[in-house]
T-cell receptor, first 115, second 113 residues
Framework: GNSVTQMEGPVTLSEEAFLTINCTYT??????LFWYVQYPGEGLQLLLK?????DKGSNKGFEATYRKETTSFHLEKGSVQVSDSAVYFC??????????????FGKGTKLSVKP | SQTIHQWPATLVQPVGSPLSLECTVE??????LYWYRQAAGRGLQLLFY??????ISSEVPQNLSASRPQDRQFILSSKKLLLSDSGFYLC????????????FGSGTRLTVV
């Protein structure tokens, strides 16, 4: 079945450090891929998405490229800030695979950025 | 504008009590709606989804049920809560078309004591 595996946390970085959170997926067909972020005390927010191979999603300095050959969608940011501290979820949607586009999440990676 | 509302934000309930969490969507019609749960130390888990009034699909056997009494209303219920029902519950609306994606409600933190 479809699944998402993402790097386990917690991840602790200093401000301005480079961030990579790995995410790989298993899916039939051509899923859409997402990164969601959950800030402390808030619900999930869409950070970025990519709907086909080689697409690059980007938002707020974060980027992720849909790599079909490696079935990956790693999240990167060149210089993190304290305000980036949150839990990040990688997810896929198998829309078109007959399951009404269910969103399948990874377990989440908690990021803490220290000043 | 298109929005999703979920309430309450926090809830503390005793074991054995009933549960009703409500989610409503505005600004769209016939949405696909979902209930997710995030248990402590675990990822998000799909509980139920609905593609229309009265149409509910369950992904995981559990102590919970869902109903879709109106097009833009999705309710998560339980007759008797268990300690293991504690967690963070999220309602989500699947946006189809060019702006494909999911919009989440603000979540309900449920603590069963």
């Amino acid at each position: 079945g479809n699944s998402v595996t993402q790097m386990e946390g917690p991840v602790t970085l200093s401000e301005e450090a480079f961030l990579t959170i790995n995410c790989t997926y298993t899916a039939t067909g051509y899923p859409s891929l997402f990164w969601y972020v959950q800030y402390p005390g808030e619900g999930l927010q869409l950070l970025l998405k990519a709907t086909k191979a080689d697409d690059k999603g980007s938002n707020k300095g974060f980027e992720a490229t849909y790599r079909k050959e490696t079935t990956s969608f790693h999240l990167e940011k060149g210089s993190v800030q304290v305000s980036d501290s949150a839990v990040y979820f990688c997810a896929l949607s198998d829309l078109g695979g007959g399951s009404q586009g269910n969103l399948i999440f990874g377990k989440g990676t908690k990021l803490s950025v220290k000043p | 504008s298109q929005t999703i509302h979920q309430w309450p934000a926090t809830l503390v309930q005793p074991v054995g009590s009933p549960l009703s969490l409500e989610c409503t969507v505005e600004g769209t019609s016939n949405p696909n709606l979902y209930w997710y749960r995030q248990a402590a130390g675990r990822g998000l888990q799909l509980l139920f989804y609905s593609v229309g009034i009265g149409q509910i699909s369950s992904e995981v056997p559990q102590n919970l049920s869902a109903s879709r009494p109106q097009d833009r209303q999705f309710i998560l219920s339980s007759k008797k809560l268990l300690l293991s029902d504690s967690g963070f519950y999220l309602c989500a609306w699947e946006r189809l078309g060019e702006d494909y994606g999911y919009t989440f409600g603000s979540g309900t933190r449920l603590t069963v004591v």
